[in-house]
């Protein structure tokens, strides 16, 4: 569900592969969506603590300082960020398996079809805008006639 301040077109990519990052990030953009990166999970912390909420969260697994696991743990244990989805995109060997583990809304294995990612940020994205609608109009009440 979309609390206040989460932006419905707004991307966080976690990704330590510069290239990756990168292009990932224009594509994103050139197809309308707002993009923040970081380039590893203590970062991307950082970011969600300092700038406005996003629909989706696209992480990778494998990475320095902070891995993707960890991350994953610090953003379920932080209410502010808990119900944030995930879409994780690895070359790990067990990516299934591992995105099972973690949780997440889904999972994407690299190397990335471009069709794969928009149609999968697009799903969640629209799904988080029709909670936060959802539940502004629970919160008004029975509209009176």
């Not at 300092?50 to 494998?62: E, H």
């Not at 889904?106 to 969640?124: H, N, Q, T, Y």
């Not at 799904?127 to 109009?137: F, L, Q, T």
């Amino acid at each position: 569900m979309m609390r206040k301040g989460q932006a419905a077109r707004r991307i966080l990519l976690i990704d330590d592969e510069r290239d990756t990052r990168e292009a990932v990030e224009s594509l994103l953009r050139l197809y309308g969506f707002e993009v923040e990166t970081a380039e590893n999970g203590r970062k991307a912390l950082a970011a969600l603590s300092d700038g406005p909420l996003p629909c989706v969260i696209v992480l990778d697994l494998m990475m320095p300082d902070m891995d993707g696991r960890e991350f994953r743990e610090h953003q379920l244990n932080d209410p502010r960020w808990a119900a944030i989805p995930v879409v994780v995109h690895s070359g790990h060997c067990d990516v299934p398996a591992v995105a099972a583990q973690l949780g997440v809304t889904a999972f994407l294995v690299k190397p990335i079809s471009v069709d794969a990612l928009l149609g999968v940020i697009d799903r969640v994205c629209e799904e988080s805008a029709a909670d936060m609608h959802n539940g502004a109009a629970a919160l008004a009440g029975p509209a009176s006639h």
